[in-house]
């Protein structure tokens, strides 16, 4: 069974710093995209960050780039995202979600994690 658990989430402090988790398993995901999006209330779910599990090349959307860092480590089969600086903006349900390359949809998602800015 297939299963991408989000941890980490919580209140963090402006200016402060937040690790999410995403701990992927049931699968081989080498040749997956591992994607962060997020939904914050009565708004559409928008894309974060992504990474390739193969080669680890990421992305990012421009609302967060410069402050969040997507990473992952294979041994733990485990995909992060760092947050930074958080906006009024970040504050949000945050998912993690698995793509096979080449793809147009994804095929798994987390349960979600949520994030609050503290002012």
């Known amino acids: 069974q297939v299963q991408l658990v989000e941890s980490g989430g919580g209140v963090v402090q402006a200016g402060g710093s937040l690790r999410l988790s995403c701990a992927a398993s049931?699968?081989?995901?080498?040749?997956?995209?591992m994607g962060w999006f997020r939904q914050a209330p009565g708004k559409e779910r928008e894309f974060v960050a992504d990474?390739?599990?193969?080669?680890?090349?990421?992305y990012y959307a421009t609302s967060v780039k410069g402050r969040f860092t997507i990473s992952r480590d294979n041994a733990k089969n485990t995909v992060y995202l760092q947050m930074k600086s958080p906006k009024p903006e970040d504050p949000a349900v945050y998912y993690c979600?698995?793509?096979?390359?080449?793809?147009?949809?994804?095929?798994?998602w987390g349960q979600g994690t949520q994030v609050t800015v503290s002012s």
């Open positions: 979600a698995a793509q096979k390359e080449g793809a147009g949809t994804h095929d798994y």
């Open positions: 990474i390739r599990w193969s080669g680890g090349s990421t």
């Open positions: 049931g699968r081989t995901f080498s040749s997956y995209v």
